[in-house]
C-alpha cells in the first residue's frame, strides 16, 4: 500500500482535486451545486480560508486554497466539505445512494473517492499555470468550446477583475505536463 505524505505548510496555498466515487456525474445538477456551495461556506464560516479560483466539473472539481497564516490543516476543511456534502445530498434523497454512493465500513456512504489530490503552490509561476489548467479543465474534458461557456468555475470573477479577458483560452494552449489524479 503506498505511503500518502503530504505537505503542510502555515499560510500555503494549494492546489486540490475532488473527485466523486466511480466518476458519477452528479457536482453540477442544480440541487448538488446548492448544497456543494452551501457545505463550502458552512466550512469556510467555521475554518477560514480563500478560495483563489474554482472549477466543478461534473464528476470532479479543482480549486485553489489559501490557508491563514498559522493554520497549515487543508486536510480537515477538505474532509469537512465532503462530509457535508455527503450527508446533505444521500438526505435529500436526490440521488440514488444504490448507485452513486460507495458504501464504506460501519455502514457509511459518501460520493466521494477516498483521497484527494493536492499540490502546494510554489511560486507566482505554479500559482498562475494552476489557475489556468482550472479554467481551461471545462474545455480540455470537451464539455464547452469556450472557457467562457462554462458556469461553474471563477472564471467570470477572473473576468471581472480584469485578469482574463472574455475571450482567454480561446487559442489557449496549456503548457506543461500535469497528472492530477484525473
Known amino acids: 500500500m503506498p505511503n500518502y505524505r503530504r505537505v503542510y505548510y502555515p499560510g500555503g496555498t494549494f492546489f486540490f482535486t475532488l473527485v466523486t466515487y466511480d466518476r458519477h456525474p452528479i457536482l453540477t445538477d442544480p ?3 446548492r448544497l456543494l456551495r452551501q ?12 478560495l483563489e479560483a474554482i472549477c466543478v466539473i461534473p464528476d470532479h472539481l479543482h480549486f485553489i486554497m489559501r490557508l491563514p497564516e498559522n493554520d497549515s490543516n487543508y486536510s480537515i476543511r477538505i474532509s469537512a466539505i465532503k462530509a457535508r456534502f455527503t450527508k446533505s445530498i444521500l438526505q435529500s434523497k436526490h440521488i440514488d445512494t444504490e448507485c452513486y454512493a460507495l458504501k464504506r465500513g460501519k455502514g457509511e456512504r459518501t460520493v466521494w473517492q477516498h483521497r ?22 471545462p474545455v480540455k474534458h470537451g464539455l464547452v468550446n469556450n472557457v467562457k461557456d462554462w458556469p461553474w468555475s471563477s472564471f467570470h470573477r477572473y473576468v471581472r477583475d480584469g485578469i482574463y479577458s472574455l475571450d482567454w483560452g480561446s487559442d489557449f494552449v496549456l503548457k506543461g505536463e500535469v497528472s492530477f489524479g484525473e
Not at 39 to 50: M, N, Q
Not at 116 to 135: A, K, P
Open 31 to 33: 440541487i448538488s451545486l
Open 39 to 50: 457545505a463550502w461556506s458552512k466550512e469556510s464560516r467555521s475554518r477560514p480560508f480563500h
Open 116 to 137: 484527494f489530490w493536492e499540490h502546494m503552490i510554489r511560486d507566482e509561476d505554479d500559482f498562475r499555470f494552476h489557475v489556468d489548467y482550472i479554467h481551461y479543465n
